[in-house]
């Protein structure tokens, strides 16, 4: 069974960074996109970041200059580098992957950032 494992959560300082991962364990064909939603009280989901197998790149507003999305496609892995970090992106981040040559989106366990001084 696939499950995407990810990591790289914690509580940092306002101007720091943090790395996220996401990693799809078992046997699949692949997949179109993965990336990161977030979600915090009070607001509405957001997609963060993106990337395609062929490497294309999409970056919420909010986050664009600061943050930087990577793909592995050979190991199913994404990196999501955080930099200059606001208490405003303090959320619980999601990593999603949608398989290819199907309509499924697997779901990470989440992980809590937390910006705060």
């Known amino acids: 069974q696939v499950q995407l494992v990810e990591s790289g959560g914690g509580l940092v300082q306002p101007g720091g960074s943090l790395r996220l991962s996401c990693a799809a364990s078992?046997?699949?064909?692949?997949?179109?996109?993965m990336g990161w939603y977030r979600r915090s009280p009070g607001k509405e989901r957001e997609l963060v970041a993106s990337?395609?197998?062929?490497?294309?790149?999409n970056y919420a507003d909010s986050v664009k200059g600061r943050f930087t999305i990577s793909g592995d496609s050979a190991k199913n892995t994404v990196y999501l580098q955080m930099n200059s970090l606001k208490p405003e992106d303090t959320a619980v981040y999601f990593c999603?992957?949608?398989?290819?040559?199907?309509?499924?989106?697997?779901w990470g366990q989440g992980t809590q950032v937390t910006v705060s001084s």
């Open positions: 990337v395609s197998d062929g490497g294309m790149t």
């Open positions: 078992g046997s699949i064909f692949g997949f179109n996109y």
């Open positions: 999603y992957a949608d398989i290819k040559y199907t309509l499924r989106r697997l």
